[in-house]
């Protein structure tokens, strides 16, 4: 593909509800991240996929949050019972590789997501 | 125009002057630095890299200048343009690892 696709776009959800955020990786780069950049902040880690290893989970702020990836390919960011707190913008990014001296993170437009 | 740190997150320069972007990065150990570009509506683009033993690295209209002493990263434009308007993050991490940390961003803003 030509880049990293996000959607939706925008959300806005009720606070209590679920909400699936979606990921197209571009074709054959083997890392996936997630990010969260609040408003006027930087970027948070959440998760990070790397081929078929176990995913680092360790930026993922509550149990509320989960992400998988099927296939190597497309990645869903779940978060359950939405908080107000949440609201923020989820980008995510993909390389060929895992290190970062020799892969460059490609950005998706992010989706930003706001919760009522 | 200058920032300084993270206590100036926005930057205001009139075109075709010199901008001078400062990223106090906080972990001794990170090797590997890079400055991303954002603007609006989309996600950080890649500028430019430079590793923990270079000071200085050039790229088109753009010089990344890295003092490991003083843990202090800096990102020049040159002759600034409008389309340079944007939010610009420094990040840290280790060259054989996976993660980079995030500074906060300045926001330029470019006059014209």
Redesign the interface.
């Given at each position: 593909g030509a880049g990293v696709s996000q959607s939706p776009s925008n959300k806005v959800t009720e606070k209590g509800k679920d909400v699936e955020l979606r990921c197209d990786p571009i074709s054959g780069h083997t890392a996936l991240y997630w990010y969260r950049q609040s408003l006027g902040q930087g970027l948070e880690f959440l998760i990070y996929f790397q081929g078929n290893s176990a995913p680092d989970k360790s930026g993922l702020p509550s149990d509320r949050f989960s992400a998988e990836r099927t296939g190597g390919s497309v990645s869903t960011l779940t978060i359950q019972r939405t908080q107000q707190e949440d609201s923020a913008v989820y980008l995510c990014a993909s390389s060929l590789g895992a290190l970062l001296v020799e892969e460059t993170q490609y950005f998706g437009p992010g989706t930003r997501l706001l919760v009522l | 125009g200058e920032s300084v740190g993270l206590h100036l997150?926005t930057l205001s320069v009139q075109e075709g002057d010199n901008s001078i972007i400062n990223c106090a990065y906080s972990n001794s150990a990170s090797d590997?630095f890079?400055w991303y570009k954002q603007e609006s509506?989309?996600?950080?683009?890649?500028i430019i890299?430079i590793?923990s033993n270079m000071d200085k690295r050039q790229g088109q209209r753009v010089t990344v200048l890295l003092n490991k002493t003083v843990k202090h990263l800096s990102l020049q434009i040159a002759a600034t343009q409008p389309g340079d308007s944007a939010v610009y993050?420094c990040?840290e991490?280790?060259?054989?690892?996976?993660?980079?940390?995030?500074?906060?961003?300045t926001t330029v803003t470019v006059r014209a």
């Amino acid at each position: 593909g030509a880049g990293v696709s996000q959607s939706p776009s925008n959300k806005v959800t009720e606070k209590g509800k679920d909400v699936e955020l979606r990921c197209d990786p571009i074709s054959g780069h083997t890392a996936l991240y997630w990010y969260r950049q609040s408003l006027g902040q930087g970027l948070e880690f959440l998760i990070y996929f790397q081929g078929n290893s176990a995913p680092d989970k360790s930026g993922l702020p509550s149990d509320r949050f989960s992400a998988e990836r099927t296939g190597g390919s497309v990645s869903t960011l779940t978060i359950q019972r939405t908080q107000q707190e949440d609201s923020a913008v989820y980008l995510c990014a993909s390389s060929l590789g895992a290190l970062l001296v020799e892969e460059t993170q490609y950005f998706g437009p992010g989706t930003r997501l706001l919760v009522l | 125009g200058e920032s300084v740190g993270l206590h100036l997150p926005t930057l205001s320069v009139q075109e075709g002057d010199n901008s001078i972007i400062n990223c106090a990065y906080s972990n001794s150990a990170s090797d590997y630095f890079i400055w991303y570009k954002q603007e609006s509506g989309k996600g950080p683009q890649f500028i430019i890299d430079i590793r923990s033993n270079m000071d200085k690295r050039q790229g088109q209209r753009v010089t990344v200048l890295l003092n490991k002493t003083v843990k202090h990263l800096s990102l020049q434009i040159a002759a600034t343009q409008p389309g340079d308007s944007a939010v610009y993050f420094c990040a840290e991490g280790g060259s054989n690892d996976y993660k980079l940390s995030f500074g906060a961003g300045t926001t330029v803003t470019v006059r014209a």
